[in-house]
């Protein structure tokens, strides 16, 4: 079967750093995306990556390792504003299609 | 900015009503999709669209159908509302169908079924 497992909910502190991992069991790879999704709002785009290694844009950084079907999602100086779930898809298989984890609801605490 | 719009963020209806979900995008995009958001769980692909009167079959179609007659819009249709059909359905749209494209997404559109 296909399985993305996120833990469900993380907690941390303002001006913090936090880490969201994600693994995956699926029957092909083509690509990983991380999503932000506020509560009541679309899932917006944050990060793609293909190859092994540590992507960064800005305060977030994302991390790919294929032999182990593992990623992170690395969020530094945490704002207040960085509460939301955050969502792990990978693209797998022949068919291109999108397979969705459950999210990480992340609460970001003063 | 791409921009999605659903056109319904909240609907109430009952059980065995026809219930229409739009959807337009305002960037040339090729491919459209449906999803359903419920807790727990990853987003469900329910159809997608590659172009204009296509439509393809995703993970959980029964009881949906669409419908696409224009590049911009993609409509998802419940012939016959159940309540199992209780759910945030979220639109997205990208640019080619090349497995690597960033979905834009609508804001959601919250449906309970009575």
């Known amino acids: 079967g296909q399985n993305i497992d996120q833990p469900t909910e993380m907690t941390a502190t303002e001006g913090a750093i936090v880490q969201i991992n994600c693994t995956y069991q699926?029957?092909?790879?083509?690509?990983l995306f991380w999503y932000q999704q506020h509560a009541g709002e679309a899932p917006t785009f944050l990060s793609y990556?293909?190859l092994d290694g540590l992507e960064e844009k800005g305060r977030f950084s994302s991390f790919l390792s294929r032999s182990k079907g593992y990623s992170y999602l690395l969020l530094k100086e945490l704002q207040m504003k960085d509460s939301a779930s955050y969502l792990c898809?990978?693209?797998?298989?022949?068919?291109?299609?999108?397979?969705w984890g459950a999210g990480t609801k992340l609460i970001i605490k003063p | 900015d791409v921009k999605v719009t659903q056109s319904s963020r909240y609907l109430v209806k009952r059980t065995g009503e026809k219930v229409f979900l739009e959807c337009v995008q305002d960037?040339?995009?090729?491919?459209m999709f449906w999803y359903r958001q419920d807790p727990g769980l990853g987003l469900r692909l329910i159809y997608f669209?590659?172009?204009?009167?296509?439509?393809e079959k995703g993970d959980i179609p029964e009881g949906y159908s669409v419908s696409r007659e224009k590049k911009e819009r993609f409509s998802l249709i419940l012939e016959s509302a159940s309540t199992n059909q209780t759910s945030m359905y979220l639109c997205?749209?990208?640019?080619?169908?090349?497995?690597?494209?960033?979905?834009?997404f609508g804001a959601g559109s919250r449906l309970t079924v009575l």
């Open positions: 997205a749209s990208s640019g080619s169908f090349s497995g690597a494209n960033v979905l834009t």
């Open positions: 960037m040339d995009h090729e491919n």
């Open positions: 669209s590659y172009d204009v009167k296509m439509k």
């Open positions: 699926t029957s092909g790879f083509n690509g």
């Open positions: 990556n293909v």
């Open positions: 898809a990978v693209i797998g298989g022949s068919n291109y299609q999108l397979i």
